[in-house]
C-alpha cells in the first residue's frame, strides 16, 4: 500500500485551527520524518498501537495501514472533527479524546499486548514515559519522537545516568534510532527531535516488590545531585549521616561518589540493605 501523507497546513486552514503551543502541537509533516517513526516502530499486521496525541492524524494514517488495531489519543477537542474525518476510511482506529495522563490504560487496551508509537508534546515528554513504563499494562515497545537531548540524557552514553535515564532503563533498553531536523515539524520548533525506542525487558531490572523503594532511594539521592550520596540520602530519607555512611558501605557502595555515577545494580544493591535494615 502506497503512504498517504496530510496535508496539514491545508487541513488547520480548512477547520479555522491554529496550532496550540500550550499543548505542545509541533505537527509532524515531513514525509522522511513519518517514515522514520514508521521504521523505528516495527508495526506488524498483528499488533496493537497506542497513539499519543494523534493531532490531525499523519502518523495514525501510516499506522492504521500497518496495524490491527490503533488506539489514538487526543487532548485537544477541536481537533476530533479533522481526525475523524481524515481517519474515516480506517475501520481499525479507536479515537479517544482525553489526556493520556489521567486515562486508565487498561481500560484503552483491555488485551494488555500492545506498543507505543507516538510524536508526543514535548512539555509532558517524562510524565508520559514514566506513566507508560510504571503503567500496570506495559507496553512491549515505546517509539517516540522527543527532543534530540532528551533522547540523548535517557540514553545516557556518557555512563552518567540522570534520574530520568535510570527511570528508563530499569524498564528496558533504550535507542536513539534516528535524527529528525526541527525543519520536519508545523510550526518549526526551536530543537531538533530524534526517533526514540524503548524495548521492554520481560520483567523490570529490580524486583517490582522492590521497585517503590528503589525510586523513593533514588529521588532522594537525586534530590541534592551536587552533594555526596552520604549527604543527600541522609537529608532526602531523614537519616543521620553516619548510619547511611554504613548502609552505603555495606552495599559496596563509596559515600562520596554522587548519585549520577551510580548503575542500576547500585542502586539495586542499596535498596535491598535499606530493605533488610528496615
Ligand atoms: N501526532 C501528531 C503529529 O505527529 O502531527 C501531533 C503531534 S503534537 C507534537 C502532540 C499532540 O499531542 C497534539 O495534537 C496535542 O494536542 C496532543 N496532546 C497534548 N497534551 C496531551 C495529553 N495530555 N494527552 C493527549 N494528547 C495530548
Same mark, same amino acid.
Given at each position: 500500500?502506497?503512504?498517504?501523507?496530510?496535508?496539514?497546513?491545508?487541513?488547520?486552514?480548512?477547520?479555522?485551527? =491554529?496550532?496550540?503551543?500550550?499543548?505542545?502541537? *509541533?505537527?509532524?509533516?515531513?514525509?522522511?520524518?513519518?517514515?522514520?517513526?514508521?521504521?523505528?516502530?516495527?508495526?506488524? %499486521?498483528?499488533?496493537?498501537?497506542?497513539?499519543?496525541? /494523534?493531532?490531525?492524524?499523519? $502518523?495514525?494514517?501510516?499506522?492504521?495501514?500497518?496495524?490491527?488495531?490503533?488506539?489514538?489519543?487526543?487532548?485537544? !477537542?477541536?481537533?476530533?472533527?479533522?481526525?475523524?474525518? @481524515?481517519?474515516? %476510511?480506517?475501520?481499525? #482506529?479507536? &479515537?479517544?479524546?482525553?489526556?493520556? $495522563?489521567?486515562?486508565?490504560?487498561?481500560?484503552?487496551?483491555?488485551?494488555?499486548?500492545?506498543?507505543?508509537?507516538? *510524536?508526543?508534546?514535548?512539555?509532558?515528554?517524562? /510524565?508520559?514515559?514514566?506513566?507508560?513504563?510504571?503503567?500496570?499494562?506495559?507496553?512491549?515497545?515505546?517509539? $517516540?519522537? @522527543?527532543? =534530540?537531548?532528551?533522547?540523548?540524557?535517557?540514553?545516557?552514553? +556518557?555512563?552518567?545516568?540522570?534520574?530520568?535515564?535510570?527511570? #528508563? =532503563?530499569?524498564?528496558?533498553?533504550? !535507542?536513539?534510532?534516528?535524527? &529528525?531536523?526541527?525543519?520536519?515539524?508545523?510550526? #518549526?520548533? +526551536?530543537?531538533?527531535? /530524534?526517533?526514540l525506542s524503548i524495548t521492554l525487558y520481560p520483567q523490570p531490572l529490580i524486583a517490582l516488590?522492590?521497585? +517503590? +523503594?528503589?525510586?523513593?532511594?533514588?529521588?532522594?539521592?537525586?534530590?541534592?545531585?551536587?552533594?555526596?550520596?552520604?549527604?543527600?540520602?541522609?537529608?532526602?530519607?531523614?537519616? %543521620?549521616?553516619?548510619?547511611?555512611?554504613?548502609?552505603?558501605?555495606?552495599?559496596?557502595?563509596?559515600?562520596?561518589?554522587?548519585?549520577?555515577?551510580?548503575? &542500576?545494580?547500585?542502586?539495586?544493591?542499596?535498596?535491598?540493605?535499606?530493605?533488610?535494615?528496615?
Amino acid at each position: 500500500m502506497t503512504r498517504q501523507y496530510l496535508n496539514v497546513p491545508a487541513l488547520l486552514r480548512e477547520y479555522g485551527l =491554529q496550532p496550540k503551543k500550550s499543548l505542545g502541537q *509541533n505537527f509532524l509533516i515531513d514525509p522522511n520524518g513519518l517514515d522514520k517513526v514508521m521504521l523505528a516502530a516495527g508495526v506488524r %499486521p498483528q499488533d496493537t498501537v497506542l497513539e499519543i496525541g /494523534a493531532g490531525l492524524g499523519s $502518523l495514525t494514517v501510516l499506522l492504521a495501514q500497518a496495524a490491527r488495531q490503533v488506539v489514538a489519543v487526543e487532548i485537544d !477537542r477541536s481537533l476530533i472533527a479533522p481526525l475523524t474525518k @481524515v481517519l474515516e %476510511p480506517y475501520q481499525n #482506529v479507536r &479515537i479517544v479524546e482525553g489526556d493520556v $495522563l489521567k486515562l486508565p490504560l487498561e481500560d484503552l487496551l483491555p488485551e494488555g499486548e500492545y506498543l507505543v508509537a507516538a *510524536n508526543i508534546p514535548y512539555y509532558i515528554s517524562s /510524565a508520559i514515559i514514566r506513566r507508560l513504563l510504571e503503567s500496570k499494562i506495559r507496553p512491549s515497545r515505546v517509539v $517516540l519522537t @522527543v527532543q =534530540q537531548e532528551v533522547a540523548e540524557r535517557i540514553c545516557a552514553r +556518557d555512563g552518567k545516568l540522570s534520574l530520568l535515564a535510570l527511570s #528508563v =532503563q530499569v524498564f528496558g533498553q533504550p !535507542r536513539v534510532e534516528a535524527h &529528525i531536523p526541527a525543519g520536519c515539524f508545523y510550526p #518549526v520548533p +526551536d530543537v531538533d527531535s /530524534a526517533v526514540l525506542s524503548i524495548t521492554l525487558y520481560p520483567q523490570p531490572l529490580i524486583a517490582l516488590e522492590e521497585l +517503590d +523503594d528503589f525510586f523513593r532511594l533514588a529521588h532522594a539521592g537525586f534530590s541534592q545531585k551536587r552533594k555526596t550520596l552520604r549527604n543527600a540520602l541522609s537529608a532526602g530519607l531523614g537519616l %543521620p549521616a553516619g548510619e547511611m555512611e554504613a548502609l552505603l558501605l555495606q552495599a559496596g557502595i563509596d559515600a562520596r561518589r554522587r548519585a549520577e555515577t551510580l548503575g &542500576i545494580p547500585e542502586w539495586g544493591r542499596l535498596t535491598s540493605v535499606l530493605k533488610s535494615g528496615k
